[in-house]
């Protein structure tokens, strides 16, 4: 099972799948699809069944029951895309046997150094075999990790009928880091009753609550004019820009929030004199705590507007996600179960809310109730990024243990 992870994963992180919020195409880039095609002659290889990849990039696969009994059909998911924060292009992935628990040189000639005593969790690998990037790219874990892990669960099935399970269907999708990923995903055709996806973190978690979320994009008009002769004709649209994000309250920002607490994210900021673009992200896990910010937001432009001019700037509000809680508390079952699969392999679950949004996210409120667990990555989206195979193995083996327990549990 480890050499099967180590060199699916180290395939996958290869190709290029990093999303683009400004195409609207789904996918939203041709790397996707690239990857996508190659997890479905993989899929064939390996003895899955039904399998099938639509003209948005969406595969999906089926692992037939081996029982007599009435399971519901599980699924399992993971998505393709990479994020945009960092480069995801030309990754070189390290690998690290038994880790010693010092400073790892990911980049000698950079000097880029992964060290515990930036990262304290990197203490608790010590003996592990890990994978990080080179220091130039990010690593790609987040979510090819969990591909890694579903196809190595189904493949061990395959070869192990002595393990019984229901139904299985797995989906491979795109665009989950812009916010997509459900979009186009066809959730009768999926025909599970239950999902999950394979998209947290270090071991052990465990989650079924997530932000609520929106996006904001405001567009700033200013009128540039010679700076000699600008005195009661110049409208500078970037200090408008630095004048809003100025009224915003500067601890509700992710480097100042953790738990429960929501924030203001700013992710970009360009422009100049005569046109400013400024791109946040809102988040929170209580509803009307998220209303309220957008409301606030809705409201400062429309005091600038009113002090700048109606024309003089646009904001674009849009939901993208709510707290899948609301929908997988009636069917809290699905959680149990993982929880157990996990205390099975001596695993201690890790219940928490996630910080952010997974496709499970949407695709519970789409009639598909999906919490979340680890992929056993850590520093996701940076050139920090690195993974253990040792909990890539752990998290392999809830997915078989999920399955065997569904069966199990039937009547």
Sequence with gaps: ????????????????????????????????????????????SIGMEEVTIDGNGYVMATLPSNTDKEVPTIGFLAHIDTATDFTGKNVKPQLVENYDGNDLTLHEELDIILSPNEFPSLKNYEGH????????????????????????????????????????RVAFTPDEEIGRGPHKFDVDAFGAQFAYTV??????????????????KIKIKGTNIHPGTAKGKMVNAAKIAMEFHNLLPAAEAPEHTEGYEGFYHLLSFHGDVEETKLSYIIRDFERQKFNDRKEFITHLIEELKEKYGQ???????????????????????????????????GIQPKISPIRGGTDGSQLSYMGLPTPNIFTGGENFHGKYEFISVDNMMLATKVIVGIASLFEEKAK
């Design 199 to 216: 998209d947290g973190g270090p071991l052990g978690e465990l989650e079924y609550e997530s932000f609520n979320a929106a996006s904001a």
């Design 1 to 44: 099972m480890k050499n099967d992870i180590i060199d699916r994963f180290t395939s996958y992180v290869k190709v290029d799948t990093q999303s683009n919020e400004e195409n609207s195409s789904c996918p939203s880039t041709p790397g996707q699809l690239t990857l996508a095609n190659i997890l479905v002659k993989e899929l064939q």
């Design 311 to 345: 024309k003089s700037i646009e904001l674009e509000l849009q939901d993208q996600y709510f707290n899948m809680k609301e929908k997988i508390e009636p069917v809290k079952e699905i959680v149990d179960i993982a929880h157990e699969a996990m205390e099975k392999l």
């Design 129 to 168: 075999t890990l994978i990080t990037t080179d220091g130039t790219t990010l690593l790609g874990a987040d979510n090819k990790a969990g591909i890694a892990e579903i196809m190595t669960a189904m493949n061990h099935l395959i070869q192990h009928q002595e393990i019984k399970h229901g139904k299985i």
